[in-house]
């Protein structure tokens, strides 16, 4: 992966301005608007509007991290319509596939929802500067609403990657010395809540909210995440004393809540901010947010200086 698509900083975290400086460099060097005609090799239909789409897409699946976004060209649209960002959900550089799942909720996604086996989609990507990754055998807590969870599970994938046979189970005597992983999912309905079996396949613990009670905790996902930290008697591991880190992609309501915990925890939390966009490489300022910056506050490109920020920088 060349420098200019490396987006995953290595723990302890850089502080937003070198984060932002890095991130405005690669995006703005062209590199990462790099395109690339994918071949569907699968849409799978996973209920519930939501669509599970393979793509052969070998350039873009070797450069991609956890946390990035390809920027979709719909084929089904005019060509003049904007790209739809998606987050990348698994990517497989030695088969050259790339995973994304998405739910059908307005004209692109429904468009997107009818190509076929074999068709041509245009990606640009990967976008955005990821997630980083926790150091190795650090207990990971990743919260997730709707599909939020797609790139929380490429995360899971690469954390479990470096970890060399292990699964996310948590022994909690911390013998392996490898934490846990957990995934906190929520969602209106159980059809809500995506990709459980493929977490738990890689021995991820599921904790699910719904807010109706079909599955799991009735509730927001801060429930079972409240209740998770009170069982075992607070934030840090009961045998490596160590603080897990928390990874969040969803609505901004529970990205805040997270925010909001993880800075009264003193946990590092990385959030990814869903937001409507239109260029995605950080050149029409259509998706600016306000981040603190020291004792200031700066405003910032959400497809170009993210989608992740660490806690405490996004102003609510
Ligand atoms: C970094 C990033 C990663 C994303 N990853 C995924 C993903 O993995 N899977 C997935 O299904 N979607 C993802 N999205 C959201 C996805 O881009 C939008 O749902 C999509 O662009 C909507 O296009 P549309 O033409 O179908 O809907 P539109 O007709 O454009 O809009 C339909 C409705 O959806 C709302 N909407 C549109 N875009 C967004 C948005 N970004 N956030 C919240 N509401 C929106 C509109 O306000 C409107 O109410 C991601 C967005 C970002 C910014
Ligand atoms: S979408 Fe254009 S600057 Fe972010």
Same mark, same amino acid.
């Given at each position: ?128 500067? $990821?997630?980083?990754?926790? =150091? +190795?055998?650090?207990?990971?807590? !990743?919260?997730?609403? %709707?599909?939020?969870? /797609? #790139? @929380? ?49 890689? $021995?991820?613990?599921?904790? =699910? +909210?719904?807010?109706?009670?079909? !599955?799991?905790?009735? %509730?927001?996902?801060? /429930? #079972? @995440? ?69 004792? /200031? ?20």
């Amino acid at each position: 992966m060349s420098a200019a698509t490396a987006p995953v900083s290595a723990f302890p975290a850089p502080s937003f301005r070198e984060g932002a400086s890095r991130a405005q460099t690669a995006a703005d060097s062209g590199a990462r608007r790099a395109t690339e005609s994918a071949t569907v090799l699968s849409l799978e239909d996973l209920g519930a509007g939501y669509r599970r789409l393979r793509l052969g897409a070998p350039a873009t699946a070797a450069a991609a991290a956890p946390g990035q976004f390809v920027h979709v060209r719909v084929p089904a649209l005019d060509a003049s319509a904007m790209r739809r960002p998606v987050s990348v959900c698994d990517a497989d550089p030695a088969a050259g596939v790339l995973t994304l799942v998405f739910k059908i909720v307005g004209r692109g996604t429904a468009a997107l929802a009818t190509v076929r086996e074999g068709d041509r989609v245009d990606l640009m990507g990967p976008l955005g500067n $990821g997630f980083p990754l926790p =150091p +190795a055998g650090a207990e990971v807590l !990743l919260v997730g609403g %709707g599909y939020g969870v /797609a #790139p @929380l599970y490429f995360l899971a994938r690469k954390v479990l990657d470096g970890r060399d046979g292990q699964d996310g189970r948590d022994g909690l005597d911390g013998r392996d010395g490898q934490g846990g992983i957990h995934l906190f999912v929520g969602g209106r309905t159980k059809e809500d809540l995506l990709l459980l079996d493929d977490f738990r396949a890689l $021995g991820v613990d599921v904790h =699910p +909210a719904t807010d109706d009670g079909s !599955l799991g905790t009735k %509730g927001l996902v801060t /429930a #079972p @995440l409240d209740a998770w930290f009170a069982a075992r008697g607070g934030v840090v591991h009961p045998a490596t004393a160590a603080k897990p880190a928390l990874f969040a992609c969803g609505p901004a309501p529970m990205l805040r809540a997270i925010d909001e915990r993880a800075q009264a925890l003193g946990a590092d939390a990385w959030l990814s901010l869903d937001r409507r966009m239109l260029c995605g490489v950080g050149a029409c300022l259509g998706c600016t947010q306000v981040v603190r910056d020291g004792d /200031a506050t700066a405003t910032v490109r959400v497809c170009a200086d993210g989608p992740v920020f660490p806690r405490g920088r996004i102003v609510w």
